[in-house]
């Protein structure tokens, strides 16, 4: 087993409309002190921690940090160099063997020397944040970028010599159609990225498209969300797409050129250990989780005051476990080994899965598990079916 390392960093260009994440707009001159105080944390993470009443279980503190993940908001609009600058301060802090160092990055914050520091800090792999290939849908989802800066930004990456690359789709976007659904997944395969993320539109409540569904207006094209059954058929159809294009499904949302599946999302799907840093931060020990203070000025006055960052901690029951066992085993197309299970837990679970299986919405082979891939849309209906 190894240990997983994510970075927080929580600002963004402008709010896309249907979000209400945890990120601000903010000027570049927080970026620096923000960079500082993620880098102070890692620093004395044991002490902060501890302070915090987390309980690092021993062998944790011998595992080597294989995958760290920088995500947001829009991590690639700090500056290489303070991106740089935190990973040195991992290299320093923990036993590191990196594989994969994941950056999320916009299309329009692309450029060739950018992309040049990236790589010589050690990043190597790219989530790219590309939603849709049509300008229609990225204006009304309020996003920064258009289908111009997808194609301009690719080169400088390839250049940079960032070969493990992610491309980002949304299905769902206020004025997508079928017919524009299938011209991004054409424009996407040209491409041919290692990787790609096939999200379903999720509208925040308190987004400014949330407001106006609930409401009504015109100003953020509430009245142009597809329907739940045509977000499905495009997903149907992404699936369809991907997989003649020899990509492989290998979670409900991740399709991967063999060999590129995400090292570091597999831990969270997987139960390993993982460290998040920066304001709104998760981490997983085994026993117990915690999460940092979401507002990025009140984190970097904890961290600047030598204080803890964590505001929620909570330990993890053998039910809790459970429960996160069946959950996440089931967003993986590999499915869910009962034996392990029961030997871990101790508990019989094949009985639980029997009517589920006669409906078809499950599939068994041997002692594994695992949704039916027609039925992959509605795997939380079955998780609550298998909790009753
Ligand atoms: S969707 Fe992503 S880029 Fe857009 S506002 Fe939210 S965090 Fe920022």
Not at 61 to 86: C, H, M, W
Not at 114 to 141: H, M, P, T
Not at 174 to 191: F, G, K, M, Y
Not at 249 to 257: G, L
Request: with cysteine; charged share 20%.
């Amino acid at each position: 087993m190894s240990l997983g390392i994510y970075i927080q960093v929580p600002f963004c260009q402008t709010k896309c409309t249907y979000c209400n994440f945890h990120t601000g707009v903010v000027s570049a001159s927080r970026f620096a002190p923000y960079a500082r105080a993620v880098e102070a944390e890692i620093r004395n993470y044991r002490e902060r921690l501890s302070g915090a009443g987390v309980a690092l279980p021993e062998f944790l503190n011998k595992l080597k940090v294989d995958t760290v993940y920088f995500g947001g908001g829009t991590p690639s609009l700090l500056e290489a160099r303070q991106l740089a600058s935190i990973l040195d301060e991992i290299r320093s802090t923990f036993a590191c063997e990196f594989r994969e160092v994941t950056l999320e990055a916009d299309p329009e914050t692309v450029e060739p020397a950018k992309a040049d520091a990236w790589a010589a800090a050690g990043i190597n792999r790219i989530s790219f944040g590309v939603q849709s290939f049509s300008d229609i849908e990225l204006k009304a989802a309020g996003r920064m970028h258009r289908r111009a800066d997808v194609y301009r930004a690719v080169p400088f990456l390839q250049a940079a010599g960032l070969a493990n690359v992610s491309f980002d789709l949304i299905a769902g976007l206020p004025h997508q159609t079928a017919e524009t659904w299938w011209n991004s997944l054409r424009d996407l395969i040209e491409l041919a990225p290692e990787h790609v993320s096939i999200y379903l539109l999720e509208v925040d409540e308190g987004s400014r498209l949330g407001a106006e569904i609930l409401q009504g207006g015109i100003r953020y094209a509430a009245g142009s969300v597809p329907t739940d059954d045509a977000m499905a058929d495009f997903n149907n159809t992404a699936r369809e797409t991907l997989a003649k294009s020899g990509y492989g499904h290998y979670e409900i949302s991740n399709f991967a050129q063999p060999g590129f599946e995400s090292q570091h999302n597999l831990k969270y799907w997987r139960r390993e250990p993982y460290l998040g840093f920066g304001a709104g931060a998760h981490s997983f020990s085994g026993p117990q989780r915690w999460a940092n203070v979401h507002d990025s000025a009140a984190y970097v006055i904890a961290v600047t005051n030598g204080t803890t960052p964590v505001e929620q901690l909570e330990p993890v029951s053998e039910s809790q476990a459970l429960e996160e066992e069946l959950f996440l085993g089931l967003r993986q197309l590999a499915g869910i080994d009962l034996d392990r299970l029961q030997q871990v837990y101790g508990v019989a679970l094949a009985p639980r899965f029997g009517s589920l299986e006669s409906s078809g919405l499950i599939e068994r082979e041997g002692s594994v598990v695992r949704l039916a891939p027609r039925h992959l849309s509605v795997s939380n209906e079955v998780f609550v079916e298998l909790m009753r």
